[in-house]
T-cell receptor, first 111, second 112 residues
Framework: QKEVEQDPGPLSVPEGAIVSLNCTYS??????FMWYRQYSRKGPELLMY????GNKEDGRFTAQVDKSSKYISLFIRDSQPSDSATYLC???????????FGGGTRVLVKP | DGGITQSPKYLFRKEGQNVTLSCEQN?????MYWYRQDPGQGLRLIYY???????QKGDIAEGYSVSREKKESFPLTVTSAQKNPTAFYLC???????????FGPGTRLLVL
């Protein structure tokens, strides 16, 4: 079993819809949670970073962490065609200074 | 402009050849990382370095080698022992003050 699981998609939504992305993880030692956006043939860029259970909002993006269920989510409100990309969750353990990545979910926002 | 640069953007390797991918950063970050990404898959850690002159193997280090002689530079060599090198290679760095990593634009390696 992988340490971090993420549905590969593709997830296709109409413009303006809410995009909902999820990851589950197996190791309770994970403490810090990130979401990256990756456009085709580009390097990933950091979208959201959080370390506590609950919600964190930044513009149209909301990151949600439920440590008791080992479940993290990213919501994109008012989705735009420019949000079409692959979204990767990444989780950090306190020891080791390394990230473990999910496989990524490909999102398509149709005009 | 501060950031991470990777070169070349595309690299072609012949059978039995070693090739080196460049990664340079001017962010003054101590830690640097190399990842491999295959189509439709997430990132897998090849090697990482927390400080100059020190590096550790990641999850898929076989067939790869690195050096860290300068803080700004962390080159990756794909050796002939790596039998399936075709992939997208990403370099990242971490400032040490947070857990986040910042990525370069990547190098796509293809085998002739």
């Amino acid at each position: 079993q992988k340490e971090v699981e993420q549905d590969p998609g593709p997830l296709s939504v109409p413009e303006g819809a809410i995009v909902s992305l999820n990851c589950t993880y197996s190791n309770s030692a994970f403490q810090y949670f990130m979401w990256y956006r990756q456009y085709s043939r580009k390097g990933p860029e950091l979208l959201m970073y959080t370390y506590s259970s609950g919600n964190k909002e930044d513009g149209r993006f909301t990151a949600q962490v439920d440590k008791s269920s080992k479940y993290i989510s990213l919501f994109i409100r008012d989705s735009q065609p420019s949000d079409s990309a692959t979204y990767l969750c990444a989780i950090h353990k306190a020891a080791g200074n390394k990230l473990t990545f999910g496989g990524g979910t490909r999102v398509l926002v149709k005009p | 402009d501060g950031g991470i640069t990777q070169s070349p953007k595309y690299l072609f390797r012949k059978e039995g050849q070693n090739v080196t991918l460049s990664c340079e950063q001017n962010l003054n970050h101590d830690a640097m990382y190399w990842y491999r990404q295959d189509p439709g898959q997430g990132l897998r850690l090849i090697y990482y370095s927390q400080i100059v002159n020190d590096f550790q193997k990641g999850d898929i280090a076989e067939g790869y080698s690195v050096s860290r002689e300068k803080k700004e530079s962390f080159p990756l060599t794909v050796t002939s022992a790596q039998k399936n090198p075709t992939a997208f290679y990403l370099c990242a760095s971490n400032p040490g003050t947070t857990e986040t990593q910042y990525f370069g634009p990547g190098t796509r390696l293809l085998v002739l």
